[in-house]
Each structure stands twice: as structure tokens, then as C-alpha cells.
């Protein structure tokens, strides 16, 4: 077999399973694990897949755009008022001069109407974000490479090396998919490979999540809760959510929602975007007791 008709099958292999291993494209190819590695490496270099520990998978192609991930457009207008209160908590945390890195997603682009004012460095991988910054503030803004995810609103790179590399920050603030008692939980590959470059940049990570994100959410184990220093949520945060994240060493901060301005995202520019793209809150609050699955349960103390 060729090497084009040999790459061509295991592109195919690869869209109709979704990721597989090297053994297992060993077997379907009848090909060696020297041949099999080659190729991976040949498709991965031609953005074609994205190699994974012992296996690959295929590599959404920049004109589709896709990820496994829920649509930006889908999040932005979920749980609006309490994502709008944990933004405005984790802009206030924001020390002048600093730089900080802030990934892509719904709650971290809201941290924009708060950081207006001050003058930062701000490595993102959400051009979203980083185009209402550079409209709205005198933030410094810095983009790593890769291609533009248009339904997530984010810049991914299949590659090693990118711009990230160059930049270090005391804290990163991101949103996740979920979180577990197990750790921060992705919903797709590539999105894992992308956040865990960003975290190996940041000494202290702050993680942005409403409630909605502690219930027994599926995935891919982004990182142990080890790596997070900091969870801002808001009141309706389970308590055994909470007291489990304490006892393993993560300091919680809940934040009671906001009510909404008429444009809070800001409206119709959001809109437009996303269309075309396809000050410290008041003191935190505890939630009364909630449930949740997936979750040791809360001590009576």
C-alpha cells in the first residue's frame, strides 16, 4: 500500500471511530509500529490529527470548525447572572502591570467589561476576548497560533511550540467543561492538549465555574485538583462540592449573582461577533445545603 492510500485509509479510520490507538491502527492497517508512527507523525505535521498518548486522533479541520465542546453561542446566555458575578470577582483580583492568561469560554469573556480599566497583559486563546479588549481597554493582548474554532470562539494549535511558551504568569483563570471530585473535566481532546499548555505557563491556577459545572459531568481529566489553587463559583455550589475541594487544599470563593444590565455581554455586539465568527463584588456567600452527584457527601460538622 501506498503512503497516500495508506494516509488516506487511516484519515478514514480515524473519522468513522473518532481516536484510536497505534495498536489498533497497526491491526486495521497491517502496517508496523515504525510505519504507523511515521505516518502519525507525517498527518500530525500536516494538521491532519492530533497524536495522543499510544494512539491519535483526527484533527477538526479549520473550515468545520468543530469540537466536542457545547457552542459558544449555546453557553453565553446559561446561568448569565451568576457567570457575570464570578467574572467581575475574578477581574477584581487582577493586579496592575501583571499578566495573566485567560482561556477561552463563556464566563472568562465576561471578565472583559471588568478589566475595561485597567492596563494588563493578557495572553489569551479566546479571539473573542481578545477583540473586546483591544476595542474597550489599553490591555496589552497577546494571541498564541493555531486556527480558529468558530462555534467555541477559540485558537487551538495541534503543535508543541507556540507563542505560549514565551510568557509565564503568576495566574491563569479559566473555564472547564465540569469539575469532579476527581479533577477538572474537558469535553474534548484537542481542547485538553490546548488548556494544559496554557496551565504549564501560570504558577496559580483560578478556576471559573457556576454551579450547573458540579454536576456529575463526563469527560476528559484536564488535571488533578492538585494543580488549582482557587474555585470561584457562586451560592448555589454544593456543599459537598465545597467541603470536599477545601479538604483537598482549594480555596472556594461563592459569589452571589448579579442582576443583568440591559446589554450585559454587551448585547448586540455580542451577537454580531459571534455571528460573523461562527471593581471586587460584595462579600462571598455560602449556599444552604445542596446535592450533588458524584460527590463525597458533606460532613454534618
Known amino acids: 500500500m501506498t503512503n497516500h492510500k495508506r494516509h488516506k485509509k487511516l484519515l478514514k479510520l480515524l473519522d468513522e471511530h473518532g481516536q484510536a490507538s497505534t495498536e489498533e491502527l497497526m491491526a486495521w492497517l497491517s502496517a508496523s509500529a515504525a510505519t504507523v508512527r511515521r505516518d502519525l507523525a507525517w498527518l500530525a505535521t500536516h494538521q491532519q490529527l492530533v497524536r495522543l498518548r499510544g494512539g491519535a486522533q483526527r484533527l477538526p479541520q479549520a473550515g468545520g470548525g468543530l469540537l466536542r465542546s457545547q457552542t459558544f453561542r449555546h453557553n453565553i446566555g446559561q446561568r448569565a447572572a451568576e457567570k457575570r458575578a464570578i467574572a467581575r470577582y475574578a477581574a477584581g483580583l487582577c493586579l496592575p502591570d501583571e499578566t495573566v492568561i485567560i482561556n477561552g469560554g463563556t464566563t472568562t469573556f465576561m471578565m472583559a467589561e471588568f478589566l475595561a480599566t485597567r492596563r494588563l497583559r493578557i495572553l489569551t486563546n479566546s479571539f473573542l476576548l481578545a477583540e473586546r479588549l483591544l476595542n474597550t481597554s489599553e490591555n496589552q493582548v497577546i494571541l498564541p497560533g493555531g486556527s480558529i474554532y468558530r462555534e467555541q470562539n477559540v485558537i487551538v494549535s495541534p503543535f508543541e511550540n507556540d507563542i505560549a511558551q514565551h510568557h509565564y504568569a503568576a495566574r491563569m483563570f479559566m473555564g472547564v467543561h465540569g469539575i469532579s471530585a476527581a479533577g477538572l473535566v474537558e469535553a474534548d481532546p484537542l481542547l485538553v492538549q490546548a488548556e494544559r499548555r496554557l496551565m504549564q505557563q501560570a504558577e496559580q491556577l483560578y478556576v471559573l465555574v ?17 494543580r488549582v489553587s482557587t474555585v470561584i463559583t457562586d451560592t448555589g455550589a ?11 487544599g482549594v480555596r472556594v470563593v461563592a459569589v452571589a449573582p448579579e442582576a443583568l444590565p440591559a446589554h450585559p455581554l454587551p448585547g448586540a455586539e455580542l451577537e454580531a461577533a459571534v455571528h460573523h465568527s461562527e471593581g471586587q463584588p460584595s462579600a462571598p456567600q455560602r449556599s444552604t445545603a445542596r446535592r450533588s452527584r458524584g460527590w463525597p457527601a458533606a460532613s454534618a460538622s
Open 210 to 226: 457556576d454551579s450547573s459545572k458540579f454536576e456529575g459531568r463526563s469527560g476528559l481529566l484536564l488535571c488533578g485538583l492538585d
Open 238 to 248: 454544593p456543599d459537598a462540592a465545597v467541603q470536599w475541594l477545601e479538604r483537598q
